[in-house]
């Protein structure tokens, strides 16, 4: 039988798809599933696809099936189900065999198995976009050795989303480096959906709009500089009902995560970059998952008035919010790619991080398109200052500043909009406040601190000796 020209081993929800896809651009691809079941229903219901599908019930003719050097795809759950495929997969395996991680692992997790890789080769991949994404063309982030990469690459182009022809699937750096990519691109996910979330509220809790009436405005937002697969599905589900209701009013508030966007807010605070956006939106789906405990609160203090007085908000100033507040999150995510490129040592593209985002994956718009030209132009300068986005925050936190005000007055929560204002305003003082902070270090610690009238020396002192403990 023809060998297949790449394999893949986890037949659940995105790897069936991304199969599915594998095959439809022509390759002919072995797959394998722990359950065989799963493995033959998936091979009796690929339809026109099915003659450039093997499905294969054990490891042993699974690889036996690929034409070597072999290139696989995992796509199984994160975690220790990837280690105990590799080491399954080991003996089977030639010294230029590729396994590639397609699932959602920790970077760590990706530079260890990268480290520990010996009689065969590794890539770790993030994929986003979702189970359509996987089907039609995911967004693709890769980290290994290049010349691993290069091999792979023409399937892996093959299979992404274009963004005007051009392949949304990029390698990004070693080791880790495509997973780290993907966990930041899952915070800013987590941000984005949050910033919307709060919009939501506050359109229907301050201004008192039915869903209907909010998925309007998210449809008109995606006609201009919002215009992003996030809002179009805000729309989409806004404007959904079930039987009478619509169906946003009958969906419990509380919401999962399964810990990427953790990851990105942990790695943050490794390596010092603040994120405060991203952090605020782990930290409200933390609360949301805390359904009791806000019950209590309410039944404690009563629920915040919330009702605004008519006129005091513009539909036109929430969409100056979420611009605003769209930019300071992603100046944010781009400063913290680039901390970590200089931790550890990567020379992550960031133009090419844009770029790769601009179509598949979940936090798609047509900003990032403008967001890749600015960092073209200067990657090391910050979003917020590129005279693009610049001009744009001019123009547009006014109106965050007016939405963060006026919800702090009625008790509209905005944590991530209200995080967004207070890190924008912390980045346009020179002269904080922090030298308080340094007397009080200094005071109970003599942590000492630098002068201003005497710039250059360091490690000075307060005359508060007597106190100190
Ligand atoms: N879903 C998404 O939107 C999305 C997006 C991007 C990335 N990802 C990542 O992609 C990966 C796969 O996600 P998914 O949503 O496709 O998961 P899923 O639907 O739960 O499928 C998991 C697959 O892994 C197999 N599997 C589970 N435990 C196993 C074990 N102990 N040993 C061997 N095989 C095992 C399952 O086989 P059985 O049929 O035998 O159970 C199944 O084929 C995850 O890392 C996820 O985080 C998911």
Same mark, same amino acid.
């Given at each position: 039988?023809?060998?297949?020209?790449?394999?893949?081993?986890?037949?659940g929800?995105?790897?069936?798809?991304?199969?599915?896809?594998i095959?439809?651009?022509g390759f002919?691809?072995?797959?394998?599933?722990?359950?065989?079941?799963?493995?033959?229903?998936?091979?009796?219901?690929a339809?026109?696809?099915?003659?450039r599908i093997?499905?294969?019930?054990?490891?042993?003719?699974?690889?036996?099936?690929?034409?070597p050097?072999?290139?696989?795809?995992? @796509?199984?759950?994160?975690?220790?189900?990837?280690?105990?495929?590799?080491?399954?997969?080991?003996?089977?395996?030639?010294?230029?065999?590729?396994?590639?991680?397609a699932?959602?692992?920790?970077?760590?997790?990706?530079?260890?198995?990268?480290?520990?890789?010996?009689?065969?080769?590794f890539l770790?991949?993030?994929?986003?976009g979702?189970?359509?994404?996987?089907?039609?063309?995911?967004?693709?982030?890769g980290?290994?050795?290049?010349?691993?990469?290069?091999?792979?690459a /023409?399937?892996?182009?093959?299979?992404?989303?274009?963004?005007?022809?051009?392949?949304?699937?990029?390698w990004?750096?070693?080791?880790?480096?495509?997973?780290?990519v993907?966990?930041v691109?899952?915070?800013?996910?987590?941000?984005?959906?949050?910033?919307?979330?709060e919009?939501?509220?506050? @359109?229907?809790?301050?201004?008192?709009?039915?869903?209907?009436?909010?998925?309007?405005?998210?449809?008109?937002?995606?006609?201009?500089?919002?215009?992003?697969?996030?809002?179009?599905?805000?729309?989409?589900?806004?404007?959904?009902?079930?039987?009478?209701?619509?169906?946003?009013?009958?969906?419990?508030d509380?919401?999962?995560?399964?810990?990427?966007?953790?990851?990105?807010?942990?790695?943050?605070?490794?390596?010092?970059?603040p994120? /405060?956006?991203?952090?605020?939106?782990v930290?409200?789906?933390?609360?949301?998952?805390?359904?009791a405990?806000?019950q209590?609160?309410e039944?404690?203090?009563?629920?915040?008035?919330?009702?605004?007085a008519?006129?005091?908000?513009?539909?036109?100033?929430?969409?100056?919010a979420?611009?605003?507040?769209?930019?300071?999150?992603?100046?944010?995510?781009?400063?913290?790619?680039?901390?970590?490129s200089?931790?550890f040592g990567?020379?992550?593209?960031?133009?090419?991080?844009?770029?790769?985002?601009?179509?598949?994956?979940?936090?798609?718009?047509?900003?990032?398109?403008d967001?890749?030209?600015?960092?073209?132009?200067?990657p090391e300068?910050?979003?917020?200052?590129?005279?693009f986005?610049?001009?744009?925050?001019?123009a547009?936190s /006014?109106g965050?500043?007016?939405?963060?005000s006026?919800g702090?007055?009625?008790g509209? /929560?905005?944590?991530?909009?209200?995080?967004?204002?207070?890190?924008?305003?912390?980045?346009?003082?020179?002269?904080?406040?922090?030298?308080?902070?340094?007397?009080?270090r200094?005071?109970?610690?003599?942590?000492?601190?630098?002068?201003?009238?005497?710039?250059?020396?360091?490690?000075?002192?307060?005359?508060?000796?007597?106190?100190?403990?």
């Open positions: 039988m023809e060998m297949a020209e790449i394999g893949l081993i986890g037949l929800t995105m790897g069936a798809m991304l199969a599915l896809n095959a439809e651009k002919r691809i072995a797959v394998y599933n722990r359950t065989t079941s799963v493995t033959r229903q998936f091979a009796a219901e339809g026109d696809l099915a003659p093997v499905p294969t019930e054990s490891l042993e003719a699974f690889v036996a099936a690929i034409k050097p072999r290139a696989i795809i995992l @796509m199984v759950p994160a975690g220790p189900v990837v280690d105990d495929q590799i080491a399954a997969l080991k003996p089977l395996l030639g010294p230029d065999d590729l396994i590639i991680d699932g959602n692992a920790n970077f760590h997790d990706t530079n260890r198995r990268a480290a520990a890789a010996s009689g065969y080769r770790g991949m993030g994929v986003s979702g189970e359509e994404g996987a089907r039609h063309g995911p967004s693709i982030m980290g290994g050795e290049k010349a691993d990469w290069d091999r792979v /023409p399937v892996l182009e093959a299979i992404s989303a274009k963004y005007q022809g051009i392949p949304c699937a990029t990004m750096g070693p080791g880790g480096a495509g997973h780290f993907k966990a691109h899952n915070g800013i996910e987590y941000a984005d959906m949050q910033m919307i979330a919009i939501y509220g506050v @359109m229907r809790d301050g201004l008192g709009m039915e869903a209907a009436e909010i998925g309007a405005v998210f449809e008109e937002w995606n006609q201009g500089p919002l215009q992003s697969y996030l809002i179009e599905i805000s729309a989409a589900v806004s404007k959904a009902v079930d039987g009478d209701a619509p169906m946003l009013d009958v969906i419990l509380k919401a999962g995560q399964k810990g990427t966007g953790r990851w990105t807010v942990i790695e943050a605070q490794n390596l010092a970059a994120i /405060p956006v991203i952090e605020a939106a930290m409200a789906r933390n609360v949301s998952a805390r359904l405990e806000r209590a609160g039944a404690a203090f009563g629920a915040a008035p919330m009702a605004l008519k006129g005091a908000l513009h539909l036109k100033t929430l969409e100056q979420m611009i605003a507040g769209k930019i300071l999150c992603y100046a944010q995510g781009f400063a913290l790619i680039v901390a970590a200089r931790e990567w020379n992550l593209p960031l133009p090419a991080i844009a770029r790769v985002w601009r179509e598949g994956c979940i936090i798609r718009s047509s900003m990032l398109n967001m890749a030209t600015a960092l073209e132009e200067n300068r910050g979003l917020m200052l590129a005279p986005f610049a001009d744009h925050l001019r547009a /006014p965050l500043r007016q939405v963060v006026v702090a007055a009625q509209l /929560p905005l944590p991530a909009l209200s995080a967004g204002l207070a890190w924008f305003d912390m980045m346009r003082t020179a002269r904080g406040t922090a030298n308080m902070i340094q007397a009080q200094d005071f109970f610690g003599a942590h000492g601190f630098e002068r201003l009238d005497k710039p250059g020396q360091k490690d000075l002192h307060g005359p508060w000796g007597g106190h100190m403990v």
